[in-house]
């Protein structure tokens, strides 16, 4: 059984909003950071999000029901990241943390945020000034997961205030707590409290773990223990400091920031972090240096190839690489109903059918021949990886292939093929007998096939449209991006 995660005598990464995402992590504690919070996710959104195993990223990802991957983890952070939630509601928060707690160390609920879209829901530092909603957030948490429980707030007025504030949260058992050296109306301007953060040490027994202390006193390294000292805390937590130059937890850190830029591509690219994402951290690197002639090449990127080609190039053909041998690794051919659509596991293989043949042109000639409508292709691409699935509906009924294709194409030739093995009728591979289905000319390539078919689909195009943009309107929330319901 894996350790549970110490609090105590530690640095880590503070949960910052589009800092703290999965590139940014693992830097961190390469860098040599203990543990690792996450940005504050939402409960309403995250109780949306399905948990989805990514076999070729190799990471755990939530993933809502617009295909937004929302949170997104992996073996290397397993024992170390903390999840950090905004919540106003015990229940939704027990709901959010049992659906996490698996692959995360630790859950973390926000107590500080000052910010409107976390105040207004009555979460962040809205939650200071109800300490029963507190109490009863942090006891629903620690009696219903099997991982610790900490939280993070800010001080209060008085340090009376604050001292009983936190020794009510001590006692309802959790791990460890946060403590924001500023008031909720303090910005990182206003020097930060480390007196309020040392009364507070001194007068609980579970860990403190000390914030605020980015601007006067963590530059490099060693201002950590200084600001630990200060604080009279067990361990300290950093926030702008890391996220100016994450290289800051090495004890040989700061190191200079292209490298750290450099090092921290590599992550964006290899876990597909969203480009605006990744040019908004590398930009919060350069800070002042964001006018200089790297800085103008960043602002102007707009997708990860921009930011960096090469690296991208190279990363998404390993990607490539490893979907392939996923797919291709040994599933048998098996019916799967899945609702109304008969699913199996098949792949379009391109070099199996000769040059001018594919599936869904013998699938089109044998709906012709059998007098049913044309097949009509609903393809849809997800988030986390930018595949493409595509389910064909003909005679009424509806298949998909359950693996997930590199193009709108394949995807629509692995339907195709699912269909035609279902019925039983040839698909066109090289070494099949002639059915008779698609004419000799075509088959010898004397004409162009995708011509062909796509001049077959355009006589029938009015009742396609038609068909097309009534299935749309009944379709337009399987996807963030819909793909186009047919190829006309």
Same mark, same amino acid.
């Given at each position: 059984a894996a350790t549970t995660l110490s609090f105590?005598?530690?640095? @880590?990464?503070?949960?910052?909003? &589009?800092?703290?995402? !999965?590139?940014?992590?693992?830097?961190?504690?390469? *860098?040599? @950071?203990?543990?690792? *919070?996450?940005?504050?996710?939402?409960?309403? /959104?995250?109780?949306?999000?399905?948990?989805?195993?990514?076999?070729?990223?190799?990471?755990?990802?939530?993933?809502?029901?617009?295909?937004?991957?929302?949170?997104?983890?992996?073996?290397r952070e397993k024992d170390r990241v903390v999840f950090q939630m905004g919540t106003a509601d015990p229940d939704r928060a027990l709901t959010v943390a049992r659906l996490?707690? %698996?692959?995360?160390?630790?859950?973390?609920?926000?107590?500080?945020?000052? /910010?409107?879209?976390?105040?207004?829901?009555?979460?962040? @530092?809205?939650? !200071?000034?109800?300490?029963?909603?507190?109490?009863?957030?942090? /006891?629903?948490?620690?009696?219903?997961?099997?991982?610790?429980?900490?939280?993070?707030?800010?001080?209060?007025?008085?340090?009376?205030?604050?001292?009983?504030?936190v020794q009510r949260i001590e006692n309802t058992g959790v791990a460890a707590v946060a403590v924001h050296g500023r008031l909720k109306d303090e910005r990182p301007r206003h020097p930060v409290h480390c007196d309020y953060i040392r009364a507070v040490a001194r007068a609980v027994s579970i860990p403190v773990i000390a914030n605020g202390g980015s601007l006067d006193l963590v530059k490099t390294n060693a201002d950590i223990e200084v600001f630990r000292k200060a604080a009279g805390a067990s361990s300290v937590m950093l926030a702008r400091a890391a996220m100016w130059n994450v290289s800051v937890f090495s004890s040989r850190g700061p190191l200079p920031v292209e490298s750290v830029m450099e090092e921290y591509l590599k992550y964006a690219i290899r876990y597909d972090n969203h480009a605006f994402n990744t040019k908004y951290c590398l930009c919060q690197m350069l800070r002042d240096k964001v006018e200089s002639p790297l800085g103008k090449q960043l602002q102007a990127a707009q997708t990860n190839t921009e930011i960096r080609s090469e690296l991208y190039r190279q990363t998404q053909e390993r990607?490539?690489?490893? &979907?392939? @041998?996923?797919?291709?690794?040994?599933?048998?051919?098996? !019916?799967?109903?899945?609702?109304? =659509?008969?699913?199996?596991?098949? /792949?379009?293989?391109? &070099?199996?059918?000769?040059?001018?043949?594919t599936p869904k042109m013998f699938l089109l000639e044998w709906s012709r021949k059998e007098k049913v409508e044309?097949?009509?292709?609903?393809? =849809?691409? &997800?988030?986390?990886?930018?595949?493409?699935?595509?389910?064909?509906?003909?005679?009424?009924?509806? *298949?998909?292939?359950?693996?997930?294709? %590199?193009?709108?194409?394949?995807?629509?030739?692995?339907?195709?093929?699912?269909c035609l093995r279902v019925l039983g009728v040839p698909e066109g591979r090289i070494g099949e007998e002639d059915s008779g289905l698609v004419c000799k000319r075509k088959r010898e390539g004397k004409t162009n096939g995708a011509v062909e078919e796509e001049g077959s689909k355009k006589r029938h195009v009015i009742d396609l449209q038609r068909e097309a943009e009534s299935a749309a309107k009944g379709d337009q929330h399987r996807a963030e991006q819909p793909v186009g319901e047919q190829e006309l």
């Amino acid at each position: 059984a894996a350790t549970t995660l110490s609090f105590r005598n530690i640095t @880590a990464l503070a949960p910052m909003v &589009r800092v703290g995402t !999965l590139p940014m992590r693992l830097l961190a504690l390469d *860098y040599g @950071a203990d543990v690792v *919070y996450c940005e504050e996710l939402i409960d309403i /959104k995250m109780a949306q999000c399905q948990r989805v195993v990514n076999e070729v990223l190799e990471t755990v990802d939530f993933v809502a029901p617009d295909d937004r991957v929302m949170f997104r983890t992996c073996e290397r952070e397993k024992d170390r990241v903390v999840f950090q939630m905004g919540t106003a509601d015990p229940d939704r928060a027990l709901t959010v943390a049992r659906l996490v707690e %698996k692959d995360v160390a630790a859950v973390d609920v926000n107590m500080g945020c000052p /910010k409107e879209y976390s105040t207004k829901g009555g979460m962040g @530092a809205a939650l !200071l000034s109800d300490p029963d909603k507190i109490e009863a957030i942090l /006891k629903k948490l620690v009696t219903g997961v099997s991982i610790p429980v900490t939280c993070k707030i800010r001080i209060l007025p008085s340090l009376e205030e604050t001292i009983s504030l936190v020794q009510r949260i001590e006692n309802t058992g959790v791990a460890a707590v946060a403590v924001h050296g500023r008031l909720k109306d303090e910005r990182p301007r206003h020097p930060v409290h480390c007196d309020y953060i040392r009364a507070v040490a001194r007068a609980v027994s579970i860990p403190v773990i000390a914030n605020g202390g980015s601007l006067d006193l963590v530059k490099t390294n060693a201002d950590i223990e200084v600001f630990r000292k200060a604080a009279g805390a067990s361990s300290v937590m950093l926030a702008r400091a890391a996220m100016w130059n994450v290289s800051v937890f090495s004890s040989r850190g700061p190191l200079p920031v292209e490298s750290v830029m450099e090092e921290y591509l590599k992550y964006a690219i290899r876990y597909d972090n969203h480009a605006f994402n990744t040019k908004y951290c590398l930009c919060q690197m350069l800070r002042d240096k964001v006018e200089s002639p790297l800085g103008k090449q960043l602002q102007a990127a707009q997708t990860n190839t921009e930011i960096r080609s090469e690296l991208y190039r190279q990363t998404q053909e390993r990607l490539q690489a490893r &979907r392939d @041998a996923l797919q291709s690794g040994g599933q048998e051919e098996q !019916l799967v109903m899945d609702g109304d =659509v008969t699913t199996m596991a098949v /792949k379009f293989e391109r &070099r199996e059918y000769p040059p001018h043949i594919t599936p869904k042109m013998f699938l089109l000639e044998w709906s012709r021949k059998e007098k049913v409508e044309q097949p009509l292709y609903q393809t =849809v691409q &997800r988030a986390q990886d930018r595949g493409f699935q595509s389910i064909v509906t003909v005679a009424k009924k509806q *298949y998909r292939s359950s693996l997930w294709e %590199k193009s709108k194409k394949f995807a629509e030739q692995a339907a195709a093929i699912v269909c035609l093995r279902v019925l039983g009728v040839p698909e066109g591979r090289i070494g099949e007998e002639d059915s008779g289905l698609v004419c000799k000319r075509k088959r010898e390539g004397k004409t162009n096939g995708a011509v062909e078919e796509e001049g077959s689909k355009k006589r029938h195009v009015i009742d396609l449209q038609r068909e097309a943009e009534s299935a749309a309107k009944g379709d337009q929330h399987r996807a963030e991006q819909p793909v186009g319901e047919q190829e006309l």
